[in-house]
């Protein structure tokens, strides 16, 4: 996540190579059990409370253990010992956390390291991008805005392997959304001692998952996870050691692999294509999805509606996708992925949203219509802006399709200039927070298979609306689907149906497409799978 920018989500949000697995063919890590893993970008931070991006949270669910853990689509007890129990009227949840589970110091997990860690992401001072996600737990509201104190949160150690939280309203999504690294537990007396510094390095932090991290200072292009022995379920985690390394250039990836130097790439364009015959080739389908954000704050003509429709109708994105990624992607009505979120009749939900939305739908003539009558009602002649995105290969090749693409859009009388400004992955993260952007390429991976995961991000004064854009009604809609309609299965799916075509049709962002990733993988590794906020889960991971 997200959480997380593609991130996160944050979050995870953000153009960014999405996660890879293991192992080519040819490796010879096999022999060590050790797995050397693509990164698009360097290691953000290793603070819970701070991470937004995917690159983050992979090595979180690596290093660090939450109340649960994905395994495939099922949630499994990790750091408690069995599920909850949970209240009648569903507001009270206690959790019993394992006697033997202990941080990589030797100490033990406590109920308390849970509740500090929670109370402290929330905290105002914390400035966490992912404070807004414990809307819903017992006063975070008020915390969030400053009227309660961070201590009144509704979480509470009864005991040192009692754990009890209160929520303020009904949140069916709650265990899922409790797998986002933002909820793991953090050692107090580590995080005291170590202060600012906390998460920026490798020395300033203890483990309690699978793995411990080593050979991190902040700003490696490589940095390495050894088992943890001390890990609660360490006998089931075969694979020793992760390497994880930052390949942009889809050349150097391919090269890569095949000299058996990665475990596992992944590769876009002409590369994926000439490489679909090899054994070790594989798409993964991604809950991430890819879209514009004009910045309406920055950009006042991208306050016009007919403006916004006009740059999202005038993208071909069949066709970008097959000239630019080949990967596997699919072309985006709206910012909810495919195959994530499905009812009890079996009804996918972008599928439901994804009715009557129409701007998606390329046509050249339509939108330069759109632009001409949208500049018209703007007051403007002349409107030239600045689109920015990362710096790697495929990044650097989306820019340039979409700026000939949108650049199409000019004319007698609403003349259109596009520029393009790539930066490193981190460099665009910190534009995008502070607001310092024309407009963005952006991406969110699902934080927990739900569509609130995406859709609250973009509810008015929500951090990661990074383009400002506004809705009172879809703000109403997200609401009602987390309070009033939260416990009625049908109410609720239609809120966040109509809110999700409200987003589509004003294109307040202009959804791309949804990542497929292109894997060149070792044939002898197994047990690898992709849980359904786009991490690796490398516990039961093994090389034959």
Known sequence: MKKKSVMLGAMLTTMVALLAACGSSSSSSSKKSSVTYMQGDVLQTMDPAMATDVISGQSMTDVYSGLFRWNKTKLEPDMAAKMPTVSKDQKTYTFTLRKDAKWSDGKQVTAQDFEYAWKRAI?????????????????????????????????????????????????????????????????????????????????????????????????????????????????????????????????????????????DVTVTGDTAAQAKNDKGYKVVKQNATYYLVPNMKKVPAFKNQKIRQAISMSINRAEFIKKVLGNGSVPSKTVVPEDMMINDSGKDFATDASKGVTNSDYSLSKAKTLFKEGMKEAGLSDLTFTLLSDDTDTAKSTLDYLQSAVGKLSQDGAKLTVKT?????????????????????????????????????????????????????????????????????????????????????????????????????????????????????WVKASVK
């Open 123 to 263: 905290d105002p001072k914390q400035k966490s991008e992912y404070a807004y996600i414990f809307s819903g737990i017992k006063n975070a509201d008020d915390i969030i805005n400053g009227k309660k104190d961070p201590s009144t949160l509704g979480i509470k150690a009864l005991s040192k392997t009692k754990l009890e939280v209160q929520l303020d309203k009904v949140m069916p999504y709650f265990e899922k959304m409790i797998t986002l690294q933002t909820f793991d537990p953090v050692e107090e007396s580590q995080v005291k001692k170590e202060g600012s510094k906390f998460g920026t390095n490798a020395n300033t932090l203890t483990f309690n998952g699978p793995y411990k991290l080593g050979k991190w200072t902040g700003s490696e292009n490589t940095w390495t996870e050894t088992k943890n022995s001390k890990y609660w379920n360490a006998k089931k985690v075969s694979i020793k050691k992760v390497k994880y390394q930052v390949i942009k250039e889809n050349n150097t990836a391919y090269n890569l692999y095949t000299s058996g130097k990665a475990d």
């Open 421 to 537: 400004k790539s930066v490193p992955f981190k460099t665009r993260l910190s534009l995008s927070t502070a607001g310092d952007f024309d407009m963005a390429i952006e991406a969110w991976s699902a934080d927990f298979p739900d569509a609130i995961s995406f859709l609250d991000m973009f509810t008015t004064g929500n951090s990661y609306n990074y383009g400002g854009w506004t809705n009172k009604q879809y703000d109403d809609l997200v609401s009602a689907s987390k309070d009033t309609d939260a416990t009625n299965t049908t109410k609720r799916w239609n809120d966040l149906v109509k809110a999700d075509q409200i987003l589509a049709k004003d294109s307040g962002v202009i959804p791309l497409y949804q990542l497929g990733a292109a894997h060149l993988r070792n044939t002898k590794l197994s047990g690898v799978t992709t849980s359904p906020n786009g991490m690796i889960n």
